[in-house]
């Protein structure tokens, strides 16, 4: 276990989260507060993190696969799924989006706090970096999810997608219609240097 370690609280849980492992912040609780899983659902938490949204997904999901590139960040996940007492609903998987997957492999909901700060970096210089970093415009990651997300989601299944203004929601809006998904705004926070975080559900 890396050496440092902080505690998030959200609700009746807590979060360890390590030293190599995006801290959930106001993106993150926003987030975890608009989220509704309806019973029995297959989830898929992209970008998992701590493990914050499937951790919660699974009070009420049959099963939570919880995905991401950073390898610290999959066990941060998997112990605090443990902690938590959910660690016999979810799955962990390291990966880069749905490289792990097969275009069959679907899910009734899938979660992604998505890297969405434009960063003039065209490569990430860390683990942490990946989990902000957009790339130039902010859509790089965005972009690439969206292209793919929809190969997975079953019947009546819906995206939940949290971003910033910083890059281009409509344009987010814009592609998902273009995938043939209804899309809305469910949740958004304003934040200084006029950036807002919004929360796009789309929807078969």
Known sequence: MPWQTKKVFFEKYVFNVWENVYEPAE???LFAQNLQVKNNSEVLDMGTGCGILGIIAAKNAS????VD???????CAKENAK??????KMFFVRGDLFAPFRTRVKFDVILFNAPYLPSENIE?????E???SGGINGRQIIDRF??????????KGCILLMQSTLSKVDETLSRFEQ????????AERALPFFETLVLIKAAN
Not at 63 to 66: E, L, N, Q
Not at 69 to 75: D, E, K, M, S
Not at 124 to 128: A, E, Q, S
């Open 179 to 186: 995938k043939r998904l209804r899309t809305k705004i469910i």
């Open 27 to 29: 993106d993150s609780l």
């Open 69 to 75: 590139i950073n390898p610290y960040a999959v066990r």
């Open 124 to 128: 990430v210089k860390n683990w942490l």
């Open 146 to 155: 969206i292209c793919e997300a929809p190969k997975h989601l079953k019947r």
């Open 83 to 88: 902690s938590n007492k959910v660690l016999n």
């Open 130 to 132: 990946s989990a902000w």
């Open 63 to 66: 099963k939570v696969v919880a």
